[in-house]
Every structure is written in C-alpha cells, then in structure tokens.
C-alpha cells in the first residue's frame, strides 16, 4: 500500500444517473469559442480559427443534482464572473491519435455543465498574454448536473441548450450549431494528450455570455439531459 507525507483528498466525482456509483474525474479539458454566434460575440472568426483547448483543474468541478438548486459561491478576486452553459462529455475510455469515426465509442456519458469564469482576469491574462488559469479554475468555477450514460441517451448531436438567470433567457442555441463536434474534439485532443478513462471535456458555449451577480438564480440544461439550477452567493 502506498503512503504519503500529507492526507489525500477523494478525486474529485460525479454522479451517474441510475446507479449510487460515482464517476471519477482524471482531467478536465474545456474548447474554446465552439459556437459561431459565440466565436464572433468574443471577437474570433470561426471561418478561418482551428480549434483550440484550455483546462480547468478537476477539484474545481461542483457536483449538483438534477433540477434542486444548489448554493454556488462567488469567487474572490472578480467583478465580473461569467456564465457559459456547455454540454460536458464524460470518457470511460481514451486512447492516442484516435479516429473522428471511433471517437464516440470512448464516450461514457454526458451531463449539462457551466464553465464558469472570471472574466475580468482573462480579459486581463489576454491583454499580457499569460495563462488562463485564474479566470478558469476558481474554486466551484465547474458545476456538472448528474451524468447520463450513452448507453441510456445516445450521443446527442442535437438540441436546445439554455441558460437562465431569474427566470430570463440569457443564452439559447442548438447542440447542433457546434463547430467541431464532440467526435472530433475527441480526436483532436488525443493528438496532444493520451486521453484516459475519467477524462472530461466541456464541449463548448453559445453566444449571451454575461455576467451573474450575487443572489441571482443561474438554471442551464441540454435536452435530454435535464438541468441544473444555481443560486450564487
């Protein structure tokens, strides 16, 4: 049995829609600007951008039921932090250099995400050309409803995708209105990474991206695979 100098945390988990077991999470993995509408709202060209990905550290990731609301905390350190609705994908297989046409079948399931942001400090990180970090990894900055199984939903290709805030709509698209799909985001990043079982990836957000304050309710959902709703304090 192995020992360590200081406790060990429990890896960071989610929860899997049908069973009590849980989901272990290896890495998080999140692609940038994947929706057209969204690409031009943050001052890209998705005519002419390849894809390209950032991550977000896996104990930012907040756990939270399926349609209960949850307490979301406000992070220090900005004033101005910044929905991003996403469908995330969970991989119960990875590999190298793995085809578009067998992407999918790493796929173990899916669940609605928010990558939630500080957006004054990437405004910032960009401007002096420094990592992304601080704006994307705050503590809670990655709450994930319960993952539905593949095997029970298919692999979602389309969809309404919805972000609310006190009720009023803030950003809606399609699942289908993606620019790479989720197989090829797949094979894109095992070209950089060995992607592993527990590996998961936020697939990207629509336009309306804003900000949210204290008090306020966020509730984002993906056809198909319910909702999750926030209150921010």
């Not at 704006?135 to 319960?146: L, M």
């Not at 939903?153 to 309404?160: F, L, N």
């Not at 094979?187 to 079982?197: D, G, R, W």
């Amino acid at each position: 049995m192995s020992s360590y100098v200081i406790s060990v945390d429990p890896r960071p988990a989610l929860p899997v829609v049908g069973t009590d077991k849980l989901f272990p999470v290896r890495r998080v993995y999140c692609i940038g600007r994947n929706y057209a509408a969204h690409a031009r709202e943050m001052g890209g060209d998705p005519t002419r951008e390849p894809p390209f990905f950032f991550a977000k550290a896996a104990d930012a990731l907040q756990p939270v039921p399926d349609g209960v609301a949850a307490v979301h905390p406000y992070p220090p350190q900005t004033s101005s932090y910044h929905h991003e609705i996403e469908m995330v994908v969970a991989l119960g297989s990875g590999g190298r250099d793995i085809p578009v046409e067998k992407a999918l079948d790493h796929v173990f399931g899916y669940a609605v995400g928010l990558d939630m942001t500080r957006r004054d400090r990437q405004d910032e990180a960009k401007k002096l050309a420094r990592p992304w970090e601080v704006a994307k990894s705050a503590d809670f900055s990655g709450p994930v409803g319960p993952i539905h199984p593949a095997s029970k939903v298919g692999h979602p290709a389309k969809g309404k995708i919805e972000l609310l805030i006190d009720g009023q709509v803030k950003q809606t698209s399609d699942l289908s209105a993606m620019i790479w799909s989720v197989a090829e985001q797949i094979a894109i990043l095992s070209t950089y990474f060995e992607l592993k079982a527990g590996d998961v990836i936020f697939s990207g957000t629509p336009e309306g991206v804003g900000a949210v304050s204290r008090g306020q309710t966020m509730t984002g959902s993906v056809e198909g695979l319910g909702s999750i709703v926030l209150k921010v304090e």
